[in-house]
């Protein structure tokens, strides 16, 4: 238990939607990161958020954007979604030191 | 740019035999390096990490040493477990930056009785 949790589990859309991806954070946690995780293949950073501002990004389009919240929530949001963006979706925190992230259980998107 | 290779799966193995999963990694500077494992259904858990030459991590009687000659983080099991069947990734994390992870290809392992 990890204390980071991810809302929903499971979502299926179709190609052209929108969707936002939830997520919890541990209390006290200012960092929390979104990763990408297609099947069979390992999380491919997508970015990170530090105290409500983007601190970093991997290789992803603009149509892939976040946010932070003070409360320790967070969301990813794809638009335009594209067949390929299926995948499990993953967020995790950490504390200032970033010395351990913690991953939520992840949401599940299949797009069709 | 900075990259994590792994022994490439599946790996079978009876119960109580030993387990080396390779990792070797490709990065700027010294990275902090981890293991991580993936249960079916679930996200990741931390299973262990070294955050400097010569550290060894370990838990759960699973064992990684941060190589910085070989570059590598092979991690050991000495008797494995029917429960210790899931995947397992490699990562690494650069010092300065943005605080990002970046992740091998995983290895699933299955453990038989």
């Known amino acids: 238990e990890t204390g980071v949790t991810q809302s929903p589990t499971h979502l299926i859309k179709t190609r052209g939607q929108q969707v936002t991806l939830r997520c919890s954070s541990q209390?006290?946690?200012?960092?929390v990161s979104w990763y990408q995780q297609a099947l069979g293949q390992g999380p491919q950073f997508i970015f990170q958020?530090?105290?409500?501002?983007?601190?970093g990004r991997g290789n992803f389009p603009p149509r892939f954007s976040g946010l932070q919240f003070p409360n320790y929530s967070s969301e990813l949001n794809v638009n335009a979604l594209e067949l390929d963006d299926s995948a499990l979706y993953l967020c995790?925190?950490?504390?200032?030191?970033?010395?351990?992230?913690?991953f939520g259980p992840g949401t599940r998107l299949t797009v069709l | 740019g900075d990259s994590v290779t792994q022994m490439e799966g599946p790996v079978t193995l009876s119960e109580e035999a030993f387990l080396t999963i390779n990792c070797t990694y490709t990065?700027?500077?010294?990275?902090?390096l981890f293991w991580y494992v993936q249960y079916p259904g679930e996200g990741l858990q931390l299973l262990l990490k070294?955050?400097?030459?010569?550290d060894k991590g370990s838990n759960k009687g699973f064992e990684a040493t941060y190589r910085k000659e070989t570059t590598s983080f092979h991690l050991e099991k000495g008797s494995v477990q029917v429960s210790d069947s899931a995947v397992y990734f490699c990562?690494?994390?650069?010092?300065?930056?943005?605080?990002?992870?970046?992740f091998g290809q995983g290895t699933r392992l299955t453990i038989n009785p």
């Open positions: 209390s006290g946690h200012n960092t």
């Open positions: 990562a690494l994390r650069r010092v300065q930056g943005a605080q990002k992870l970046v």
């Open positions: 070294a955050t400097k030459a010569d």
């Open positions: 958020y530090y105290r409500e501002e983007e601190n």
């Open positions: 990065a700027t500077g010294y990275p902090s």
């Open positions: 995790a925190s950490g504390g200032e030191d970033l010395s351990t992230q913690y």
